[in-house]
């Protein structure tokens, strides 16, 4: 409930970097709206207004900036990157690691463009939301969203005219399930699209999967970036044969993947799932170390973010059931080897248990993005129009940015310091709380340059005041 009587210094700070994007006018309203994700617990358009108490306007203009101004996304995205690029620390590295990921934006209202009912695996239940797919970079010293794209559900008329129209047999004893059961009839639809679209490349734009959107993603990235083979990690739902042959034979990049208990590896008797081989393996080990032989799970440590982790791994090569020969590698925690394994795979056969788990290792940080980014409002967005919560959440992504840019900046950071008379921390959430920090410090400077100006003290309150109880 903060007024923010001018704009945070990290805003001013980096805030030209992003000038081109927009028209002048434009430009005030981005540094508006942007100080008041960075600042203020209220993300509403409605709370950011009436709360900036430097270049006060009405609400109509940051409401234009979101659903009308004319400013490029696309523009808006390369100008955030150049910005991360300006310090060393947030450069992209050799050692940097590329992530997919994605996240629920739940919301309550379902007359929200493009909102759909999606299955939320932290509340087991189905929600209302908007579904985030994140190309997220990390090393050991940042990390930060590359690119991000909101999934649209399928318009199941556009698919069907678009498919008949390209002659893709559609079974017409299936058609009944149009009236009677829209939910089968769109699962129908989108299957026989997802086995047709190879046949017939002309319905392949009528609809797009959230591995179809990390693809788009990857294949803009190695587009901007043809020199750095960063590797590519993610979790066991992106983990399916088509991507990975995707980032192996297309992109030509390293992968890391995870597998599940349920995947089946080939072996000489025949396939058997994970679960089964892992068993066999712990079994193995436990006999080999009552043996004094050689143990089967051996420890590694990895560095990560400037910590030291142990597991106890297990990594050869195998043939894995849809995927062909990959190198695979199942982690333990425990030298006991009792808790939870994670099993991963690589398309790069010589590589060692500990060159592929500190790759996966830095899947975690677009997990805490998602996380950290909704503290900075990425689903606190009261915006009905698809276009308009776009912006919004490009614009998350830009006060993101600032907070890891400014972490790496030594000047900005002995500045801060200097004023505040406080240790800066290192992550967003403790930089978000120092620009808090130092717009309360504004605020009471602006109350004592008043005072010592002749002002009254009610004078001097009364737009804050205003400002807070509209609020």
């Known amino acids: 409930m903060l007024p923010l009587v001018e704009f945070p210094e990290i805003v001013e700070r980096y805030a030209p970097w992003f000038e081109e994007v927009f028209s002048p006018q434009a430009y005030i309203e981005f540094k508006r709206y942007v100080s008041g994700l960075m600042v203020l617990e209220n993300k509403t358009v409605e709370a950011i207004n009436r709360l ?50 994605d996240t629920l934006l739940t919301h309550t209202g379902r007359h929200i463009e493009h909102i759909a009912k999606l299955y939320d695996h932290v509340s087991h239940s189905y929600v209302w939301a908007h579904n985030l797919v994140t190309l997220h970079y990390s090393d050991d010293w940042t990390d930060y969203p590359v690119r991000f794209a909101l999934w649209k559900p399928v318009d199941v008329a556009k698919l069907e005219a678009g498919m008949r129209a390209a002659g893709v047999p559609i079974k017409k004893s299936k058609e009944a399930l149009k009236e009677s059961a829209p939910a089968k009839w769109r699962s129908y639809l989108i299957g026989v699209w997802k086995r047709r679209r190879a046949k017939y490349p002309q319905i392949q734009t009528l609809y797009a999967t959230k591995l179809d959107m990390a693809q788009a993603m990857l294949q803009a ?41 349920d995947d089946k590896i080939i072996l000489r008797e025949g396939k058997v799932t994970l679960g089964t081989f892992v068993k066999r393996l712990q079994q193995e080990h436990r ?17 990560f973010k400037g910590e030291q982790e142990q597991y106890f791994s297990y990594c050869k090569t195998h043939r894995i059931h849809s995927y062909g020969k990959k190198r695979l590698v199942i982690n333990f925690r425990q030298a006991d080897l009792t808790d939870t394994p994670t099993i991963l795979i690589s398309n790069r056969l010589r590589w060692q248990a500990r060159g592929i788990t500190r790759i996966r290792r830095h899947r975690w940080p677009v997990e805490v993005y998602h996380q950290e980014g ?32 400014a972490q790496q900046d030594p000047d900005l950071r002995t500045e ?52 807070i109880c509209q609020a």
């Open 374 to 405: 909704k503290a900075e409002g990425l689903d606190q967005y009261q915006l009905r129009n698809f276009s308009a919560i776009e912006r919004h959440i490009a614009l998350v992504a830009v006060v993101y940015s600032m907070l890891r840019t």
């Open 287 to 303: 006999e080999a170390l009552k043996q004094g032989k050689p143990p089967l799970f051996r420890p590694i440590t990895i560095s």
């Open 221 to 261: 990235w190695v587009t901007r970036h043809p020199q750095m083979k960063l590797p590519v990690t993610f979790d066991s739902w992106y983990t399916q044969p088509s991507f990975c042959r995707f980032i192996d034979e297309t992109l030509h990049l390293p992968y890391v993947g995870t597998l599940t208990e």
């Open 52 to 101: 900036m108490v430097v270049e006060a306007r009405s609400q109509s203009s940051l409401n234009r900036l979101l659903n009308r101004s004319p400013f490029s996304l696309e523009a808006l995205n390369e100008a955030r990157l150049a910005m991360l690029a300006s310090q060393p620390g947030s450069q992209m590295k050799e050692k940097g690691v590329l992530s997919v990921d």
């Open 416 to 467: 801060l310091q200097r004023q505040l008379k406080v240790e800066l921390e290192g992550h967003p959430a403790a930089w978000r709380r120092t620009t808090q920090a130092y717009a309360l410090w504004s605020l009471a400077l602006f109350i004592s340059i008043g005072l010592a100006q002749g002002y009254t003290l009610e004078a001097l309150m009364a737009p804050l005041i205003h400002a």
